[in-house]
């Protein structure tokens, strides 16, 4: 009998609700800030980590998970009887974890060969961050949960991720700058002329997608370029930060606009504050397909 294991890493921004209510298995990231090192989700929750930044000038810096790492969590994996490991993991273009899980299979049945036809690991690529591939994620895990076979996981995983998508706008331009996701002198005209950057994150690639001045506008863009792009009728997820007042703002205009409310909303966590900043507004959602079918 098939026993079925959704894993994830913490830049999925899931939330501590659905990874327990869901069994889902969650590797979090080393955070180093300043000259101490945690561990996401251990050493702090999304808001003692932006007091952590509030505190510090510098840029916090995520590390990404090891081969050995993998090999240590594949070999656990195994001998608590799990046959089929199913983990979606951040987007491979800004981190290597994903490669380091797709190398340490092998490495892992070299090493523990009677495990070869026991355990079977399936890595996908998240293509993006927070809720682009959590959402997802805890799909999976109630579709395990209410009994569905490894294959229509499987199938549904493939077929979605793709299509995924989030647009995102900042509200404080320096981590962004520092980090290098957008450059420091772009930075430095968009904060002294108050204009804020709409962030788009698909296809494994972070763009900007426009930009609009005052903090006032930011929501209303994002709502309609997520309008324009979104898969009619279908789930979608906010996103924030340490801006709860914001969220709600957004629900109010995206239910208005859209007329049926969100699914969740997923707070970011130290991978994408660390890029981004504390405060952030987002949707994350399916998008349509064209007119043949195609994405």
Do not use: W
Not at 118 to 146: R, T, W
């Amino acid at each position: 009998m098939r026993k079925i294991q959704i894993m994830t890493d913490s830049a999925s921004d899931i939330s501590a609700a659905d990874e327990q209510q869901y069994s889902i298995k969650v590797i979090p990231f080393p955070v180093t800030l300043g000259d101490q090192t945690y561990t996401s989700r251990v050493d702090f929750n999304n808001e003692q980590f932006y007091d952590l930044m509030a505190q510090n000038d510098e840029i916090p810096k995520t590390a990404q998970i090891t081969p050995f790492q993998f090999t240590e969590i594949y070999l656990k994996e195994a001998q608590a009887g799990v046959t089929d490991l199913v983990m979606v993991l951040i987007n491979s273009k800004g981190s290597s974890t994903y490669d380091n899980s797709v190398q340490a299979i092998e490495l892992f049945y070299e090493e523990y060969p009677e495990y070869r036809e026991v355990l079977h690991i399936h890595s996908f690529d998240g293509m993006g961050y927070n809720a682009l591939y959590g959402a997802p994620v805890v799909h999976a895990a109630q579709m395990c949960k209410e009994g569905a076979s490894l294959e229509e996981i499987l199938e549904y995983l493939t077929e979605i991720l793709p299509r995924r998508q989030i647009y995102f706008g900042m509200y404080d331009l320096k981590y962004a700058a520092k980090s290098g996701r957008i450059p420091t002198a772009a930075a430095f005209v968009g904060t002294a002329l108050n204009m804020k950057p709409i962030m788009k994150i698909a296809d494994r690639a972070i763009t900007t997608a426009a930009k609009c001045r005052g903090e006032r506008k930011m929501a209303d863009k994002v709502i309609q370029l997520s309008m324009d792009d979104m898969e009619s009728g279908s789930p979608y997820e906010l996103i924030y930060g340490a801006n709860t007042d914001n969220l709600e703002e957004l629900r109010r205009l995206m239910t208005e606009k859209i007329g049926y409310e969100p699914v969740s909303a997923y707070q970011i966590g130290a991978a994408i504050a660390a890029n981004a900043g504390p405060k952030v507004v987002g949707i994350a959602f399916t998008k349509k397909k064209d007119g043949n079918g195609a994405e």
